[in-house]
């Protein structure tokens, strides 16, 4: 009888995966039968895997939805880096799919590929129903502010996220909006990044009273935005009632003197923020001397 995948040793099995790389094994091979199937179960490569980086690799979505499928049935993977390639809202879909299924995923990296506002959504949707994510990376995407407004609704549902990544996607005022008020709510965020956005004063006010109703974040990167006085004014008063945040880092706007004096006022009361980050502002002598007399008080900063 000639030999087929049911009938060859499993020791033979073993021999073909030991010359196949990780990926191959994870994505492929899974789709060929059943047997195959459960001798991968137990394979000691698949199942030790736990990190998988594919950064750089010119994945679309017709690759990345056999990436999903393989996700859907894995249990030991843990973090799956995919920044730089080229998934768009279909891919982001088939993405989201295996994330209702998966029990293992913890970071997922999704950052400069090509997804829209449709394709936030879609993982968003997802996000309300995971338990196991805690870093999601959605970076140099273009999502938007309709995008924001997806991953918002889904803040107020998620209880396991802690680290959210939503720089360089073209998020204005009215985004911020939508996340700001779910940080009223949520009580798990511990990281957000907002940098290299198109987030002004009236966005930094959303913020800023998300800021005195929030528990749980410490760390909030607002680089190279549009914030003038007026949002460092808005910044400095929630300082004076926040207990939680320890990094604000406001790295490349368009803060002046009287920011820095805001600021400044805010660092004598405040007692948690242990790090300000305030390069490339419109800081001069006057500013400095602010912070120097506050920093005579402050133990902390």
Not at 93 to 113: I, K
Request: with cysteine.
């Amino acid at each position: 009888m000639p030999a087929s995948l049911h009938t060859l040793p499993v020791e033979l099995f073993y021999r073909i995966l030991d010359h196949l790389n990780e990926v191959t094994i994870l994505i492929s091979c899974r789709n060929v039968c059943t047997r195959l199937n459960d001798i991968i179960d137990i394979y000691h490569r698949y199942q030790t895997l736990t990190t998988l980086d594919l950064r750089y690799n010119k994945i679309d979505d017709g690759r990345v939805q056999a990436l999903a499928t393989a996700l859907q049935q894995n249990k030991t993977l843990t973090t799956l880096n995919l920044p730089s390639n080229e998934i768009g809202d279909k891919g982001a879909q088939h993405l989201a799919n295996a994330l209702q299924q998966n029990r293992a995923l913890t970071a997922l990296d999704l950052g400069w590929n090509r997804i829209n506002d449709q394709g936030a959504q879609h993982l968003a949707d997802a996000l309300q129903d995971n338990k196991t994510l805690t870093t999601f990376d959605f970076s140099g995407n273009q999502i938007g502010d309709q995008g924001a407004q997806h991953v918002a609704n889904a803040l107020q549902q998620n209880k396991t996220l802690t680290t959210l990544n939503l720089s360089n996607n073209k998020i204005s005022d009215q985004g911020v909006q939508y996340l700001a008020n779910a940080l009223q709510q949520n009580k798990t965020l511990t990281t957000l990044n907002l940098s290299r956005n198109e987030i002004s004063d009236q966005g930094i006010q959303h913020l800023a009273i998300a800021l005195q109703q929030n528990r749980a974040l410490t760390t909030l990167d607002l680089e190279w935005n549009q914030i003038n006085d007026h949002g460092a004014q808005h910044l400095a008063n929630a300082l004076q009632q926040n207990k939680t945040l320890t990094t604000l880092n406001l790295w490349h706007n368009e803060i002046g003197d009287q920011g820095a004096e805001y600021l400044a006022n805010a660092l004598q009361i405040n007692k948690t923020l242990t790090t300000l980050g305030l390069w490339w502002n419109q800081i001069h002598d006057q500013g400095a001397q602010h912070f120097a007399n506050a920093l005579q008080q402050n133990k902390v900063a």
